[in-house]
């Protein structure tokens, strides 16, 4: 079985720490050679300006892909396609589509009066500029705000309609979940590649919590298996098997590509990628 190809989440730093954490975490990942990585946009758009320095600086030091998160919250259409085509012209190629989270104490999603409704609306405008990669949010559990069952592969399509390239899932925490919706897509007419998003599970009370509210169904065998990690102090092994087997399990069902959300925290996520096989490119040797 050939090696999967692999893509990387960071997020902007907010401290010089966090730059410090953010570099380090771009140096431990960059030698698995992954297809591109993304860099968050906060929510309510507010590390705007650190998304584009993280963005550009990742981009001119590394050679990287790094594909940029945009969001359609806080901001004027004309501000948003700005910001695009800054990108643009810094050379970045591929933009990550989002409707975005609502500003914190903002119970839900309220389109600026001149912004972009939703999602639909950006990505139409995006394509519209023809200088991008377009990749947007996928759903394998229901969305916290989805009608009916349906409704993510709704959405999905309807990105799909405005000129969706591709897809990366909201992280889940079984094989079939994934495995199920992509089938379903397909089943809608739905083409475009859809990636898997994995979240290695570096603090499991943060991800259940963040799972409550992102709408990832928890099963409770997991609970069980790290309580029992816990009180023997094994949750780093137990979170590097449950993501190996996990993304095995993908690959298995046909997957050619994993998409790893590292919170710039490196080393599980190194960690499993050498458990599936995939070793860093040794660096080249300065010849005189």
Same mark, same amino acid.
């Given at each position: 079985?050939?090696?999967?190809?692999?893509?990387?989440?960071?997020?902007?730093?907010?401290?010089?720490?966090? +730059?410090?954490?953010?570099?380090?975490?771009?140096?431990?990942? #960059?030698?698995?050679?992954?297809?591109?990585?993304?860099?968050?946009?906060?929510?309510? !758009?507010?590390?705007?300006?650190?998304?584009?320095? #993280?963005?550009?600086?990742?981009?001119? &030091?590394? /050679?990287?892909?790094?594909?940029?998160?945009?969001?359609?919250?806080?901001?004027?259409?004309?501000?948003?396609? #700005?910001?695009?085509?800054?990108?643009?012209? &810094? !050379?970045?190629?591929?933009?990550?589509?989002?409707?975005?989270?609502?500003?914190?104490?903002?119970?839900?999603?309220?389109?600026?009066?001149?912004?972009? #409704?939703?999602?639909?609306?950006?990505? +139409?405008?995006?394509? /519209?500029?023809?200088?991008?990669?377009?990749?947007?949010?996928?759903?394998?559990?229901?969305?916290?705000?989805? &009608?009916?069952?349906?409704?993510?592969?709704?959405?999905?399509?309807?990105?799909?309609?405005?000129?969706?390239?591709?897809?990366?899932?909201?992280?889940?925490?079984? +094989?079939?979940?994934?495995?199920?919706?992509?089938?379903?897509?397909?089943?809608?007419?739905? +083409?475009?590649?859809?990636?898997?998003?994995?979240?290695?599970?570096?603090?499991?009370?943060?991800? @259940?919590?963040?799972?409550?509210?992102?709408?990832?169904?928890?099963?409770?065998?997991?609970?069980?298996?790290?309580?029992?990690?816990? @009180?023997?102090?094994?949750? *780093?092994?137990?979170?590097?098997?449950?993501?190996?087997?996990?993304?095995? *399990?993908? =690959?298995?069902?046909?997957?050619?590509? =994993?998409?790893?959300?590292?919170?710039?925290?490196?080393?599980?996520?190194?960690?499993?990628?050498?458990?599936?096989?995939?070793?860093? *490119?040794?660096?080249?040797?300065?010849?005189?």
């Amino acid at each position: 079985m050939p090696a999967p190809h692999l893509s990387f989440e960071f997020f902007p730093p907010q401290s010089l720490e966090a +730059s410090f954490r953010l570099w380090e975490t771009v140096q431990t990942l #960059a030698p698995l050679k992954p297809d591109f990585v993304s860099v968050t946009y906060g929510a309510g !758009g507010t590390t705007r300006d650190l998304t584009h320095e #993280a963005v550009t600086t990742i981009g001119k &030091a590394t /050679g990287l892909n790094v594909a940029a998160h945009l969001t359609c919250v806080n901001a004027t259409r004309d501000e948003t396609l #700005a910001i695009a085509r800054s990108y643009a012209e &810094a !050379g970045v190629r591929e933009i990550v589509a989002l409707r975005g989270d609502p500003p914190k104490g903002q119970g839900q999603f309220q389109a600026h009066p001149d912004g972009f #409704a939703d999602s639909c609306e950006l990505i +139409s405008a995006l394509k /519209g500029l023809g200088a991008f990669h377009i990749r947007v949010g996928a759903y394998p559990d229901p969305h916290p705000e989805a &009608a009916n069952g349906d409704a993510d592969i709704d959405w999905l399509k309807r990105k799909v309609d405005a000129g969706a390239d591709s897809a990366i899932t909201q992280f889940f925490f079984e +094989s079939e979940t994934f495995l199920r919706f992509r089938d379903r897509a397909a089943g809608a007419g739905i +083409s475009i590649a859809i990636l898997p998003g994995i979240l290695p599970i570096e603090n499991w009370t943060g991800v @259940r919590k963040f799972a409550a509210r992102c709408g990832a169904r928890v099963p409770a065998w997991l609970d069980d298996a790290f309580a029992v990690a816990q @009180r023997d102090g094994r949750e *780093e092994l137990l979170a590097t098997v449950l993501a190996t087997e996990l993304c095995s *399990e993908l =690959l298995d069902g046909g997957v050619e590509h =994993l998409h790893f959300y590292t919170l710039n925290k490196p080393q599980l996520t190194r960690d499993v990628a050498h458990a599936l096989g995939i070793v860093p *490119e040794p660096a080249l040797e300065n010849v005189a």
